[in-house]
């Protein structure tokens, strides 16, 4: 019996994926923090973790030469940032508040960190059942 990824390990890959890039766009917004008329920008976690699951944005092609082979996995390899909307406005145009910012980077920073442990115990999982532990 073959052991279907997408079913085992569920949305976390994808969310991974997604937070990865977030902590990107979250540091570049606190290095940007004096830079006049920069636009602080963020990803819609949510629904971009809703599209990932309901299809996909890019699939990678497998050549399967046997019919048990596994067939492609699909990812989510590049989400759209959105700009944030600033609570209030700055003078020289920049919209980042680093108090939202550095609070939206812990908080996706303990949430990657969730992900990446349920990940862990589910691969920690199938290697014991694949060990007959």
């Known amino acids: ?25 979250l540091a570049n917004n606190i290095a940007n923090a004096s830079t006049p008329g920069y636009k602080a920008r963020d990803l819609d976690f949510q629904a971009l973790l809703s599209q990932a699951g309901n299809r996909s ?12 082979h596994l067939g492609g996995v699909t990812i989510s390899t590049q989400a759209e940032a959105l700009y944030r909307i600033p609570n209030q406005a700055s003078i020289d145009g920049n919209t980042v508040d680093e108090q939202i910012e550095n ?10 960190q969730a992900s ?7 691969f920690t999982g199938l290697m014991k059942a694949l060990k007959g532990e």
């Open 57 to 68: 944005q890019r699939n990678v092609d497998m050549r399967t030469t046997h019919q048990r």
């Open 116 to 122: 990446f442990q349920f990940l862990n115990g589910k």
């Open 103 to 112: 609070a939206a980077f812990a908080r996706n920073a303990l949430e990657h």
């Open 1 to 25: 019996m073959a052991i279907n990824f997408k079913n085992a390990l569920g949305m976390h890959e994808q969310a991974l994926v997604l937070r990865n890039q977030r902590t990107a766009l």
